[in-house]
């Protein structure tokens, strides 16, 4: 009787590990959903792993019981319970039972996610080589890695790429949806509570895909409104002058090639639009947070923050580089 303590706490101890470990803030989990379709998601994982757990627990007693008390009964008589029985019950009905209750509750989840409703507000992601292309086509305007939305709102997201197969991936607020170059895929959800959510691309998809991340900022109607209000409007021209000097930087460094800022005549579309980099949580979908030191390191030489990326080292004097990081971080 004693060696089953030790078993279950064991148990116990891996269980409780995994849930501490996947609850941390860094690890984003579809345990603690936080919006309309991952908490249909969380429910069938929460009955699929109580399943689980209740099958676990029974196979595990009969093993003991087998291990400490043999095939006899206490009293030393041959087990009244026949081989055959357990086959029936243990191997067939009981298995049938648990995949149809799966089965059910999956295709009932199923059919209540991504149905469309009225007044979505739509935004299509476009999987780059490795970034996210993010546009508002209603409020006409582009950015890219962050995606802003209203909580509470329901959320249309197209996804499409021009490359290779990416995949869309929210833990907290949603599945998987893949993003296959010549097929449009919407993702449909409501965001339940503000906060800044960490997505990733699911999908492997070249030497960047471990660092193709993203962040989704879920806030309140009205501070929506605010964000999508200025960043419909161009940025206003700089106010000070290094910004200025830095503004003719970009446009005479190869920087204008690639990337968009609206408003000036940099209009660039290999990179990400940069109209309110300066506004952004992260760099180089995000691998570092947006300060003026990874900046500077960025521009310089991007490969050494995330190597494989598709913006070569940009060779520039101290002062110019100064002056382009004050632009940048002008821009929101
Ligand atoms: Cu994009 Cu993996």
């Known amino acids: 009787m004693r060696a089953r303590r030790p078993s279950l706490i064991g148990a116990l101890v891996v269980l409780l590990t995994t849930f501490i470990a996947c609850s941390t803030k860094r690890s984003p989990s579809i345990t603690d959903p936080k919006g309309s379709e991952a908490h249909t998601i969380a429910g069938v994982w929460w009955l699929m792993c109580g399943l689980a757990a209740a099958v676990y627990i029974v196979v595990g007693g009969f093993i003991l019981v087998a291990a400490f008390r043999g095939r006899g009964t206490p009293e030393g008589r041959p087990s009244r319970i026949r081989d055959n029985t357990f086959i029936w019950v243990g191997g067939i009905i009981v298995p049938a039972l648990i995949l149809l209750v799966l089965g059910a509750a999956t295709v009932h989840a199923s059919n209540t996610l991504r149905k469309p409703e009225k007044n979505a ?27 802003h939305i209203p909580v509470g ?139 003026e030191g990874y900046l500077g390191g960025w521009i310089v030489n991007s490969q050494t923050i995330k190597p494989g990326n598709l913006m070569p080292p940009i060779p520039l004097s101290s002062n110019d580089l100064q002056a382009l990081i004050a632009y940048l971080r002008s821009l929101k």
Not at 124 to 138: F, H
Not at 199 to 211: P, Q, S, W
Not at 234 to 257: D, H, I, K, T, Y
Not at 264 to 277: K, R, S, W, Y
């Open 121 to 147: 507000l739509r935004i299509e992601v476009v999987g780059k080589r490795w970034w996210w292309a993010v546009s508002y086509p209603d409020l006409k305007f582009d950015t890219a890695d962050e995606v």
């Open 153 to 291: 709102r329901p959320i249309e997201i197209g996804l499409d790429s021009d490359n290779v197969i990416h995949s869309f991936w929210v833990p907290q607020l949603g599945g998987k949806v893949d993003l296959i170059p010549g097929q449009h895929n919407v993702w449909r959800m409501k965001a339940t509570k503000e906060g800044t959510y960490r997505g990733e691309c699911a999908e492997y998809c070249g030497l960047e895909h471990a660092k193709m991340n993203f962040l989704v900022v879920a806030q309140s109607p009205a501070s929506f409104d605010t964000w999508a209000l200025r960043h419909q409007r161009p940025p206003s021209e700089p106010v000070s002058q290094l910004a200025a000097n830095g503004q003719v930087v970009f446009m005479r460094a190869p920087c204008a090639g690639c990337h968009t800022i609206r408003g000036t005549t940099a209009q660039g579309t290999i990179g990400p639009d940069l109209t309110d980099i300066g506004s952004r949580l992260t760099l180089g979908a995000n691998t570092v947070p947006n300060t």
